[in-house]
């Protein structure tokens, strides 16, 4: 058995976890982009409103279903900021998949991004 077997399952609230990811965005990039099984996209987006300066994120799928966007709008926290209590974005085969997000931003537009995708 190797140990990447030791744990079989992670459960938080009855929900499975099936990723937990951390990625470093460099200030040039403003997105990230997933492809999901079955073919379809899911974005997450970082936006700076200069009129509107509170944080805010917005969740929006595509006009043809084929896309799923995520906005974190003036995510520019050091300490970081996000949402623990996951909320539904996918769904594929009769399960739904939730997601939390948690954005520490470095410098200017720097950021970790660390989020778990859980499902029922």
Same mark, same amino acid.
């Given at each position: 058995?190797?140990?990447?077997?030791?744990?079989?399952?992670?459960?938080?609230?009855?929900? %499975?976890?099936?990723?937990?990811?951390? @990625?470093?965005?460099?200030? @040039? $990039?403003?997105?990230?982009?997933?492809?999901? @099984?079955? !073919?379809?996209?899911? #974005? +997450?987006? =970082?936006? *700076?409103?200069?009129?509107?300066?509170?944080?805010? #994120?917005? &969740?929006?799928?595509? !006009?043809? &279903?084929? $896309?799923?966007?995520?906005?974190?709008? *003036?995510? *520019?926290? $050091?300490? &970081?900021?996000?949402?623990?209590?996951?909320?539904? =974005? #996918?769904?594929?085969? &009769?399960?739904?998949? #939730?997601?939390?997000?948690?954005?520490?931003?470095?410098?200017?537009?720097?950021?970790? %991004?660390?989020?778990? +995708?859980?499902?029922?």
């Amino acid at each position: 058995m190797s140990k990447e077997n030791v744990v079989k399952e992670i459960t938080i609230n009855n929900k %499975i976890i099936v990723l937990t990811q951390t @990625i470093l965005v460099p200030n @040039i $990039s403003s997105s990230i982009n997933f492809k999901m @099984i079955d !073919d379809k996209f899911f #974005y +997450i987006r =970082f936006k *700076n409103d200069s009129k509107n300066k509170t944080s805010r #994120y917005e &969740g929006n799928p595509s !006009d043809d &279903g084929q $896309s799923y966007t995520l906005s974190f709008i *003036n995510f *520019n926290n $050091s300490l &970081g900021e996000g949402f623990f209590e996951p909320f539904d =974005f #996918y769904n594929v085969d &009769g399960l739904q998949y #939730y997601i939390n997000v948690w954005v520490q931003s470095v410098n200017e537009n720097n950021r970790i %991004i660390t989020f778990n +995708i859980v499902r029922d």
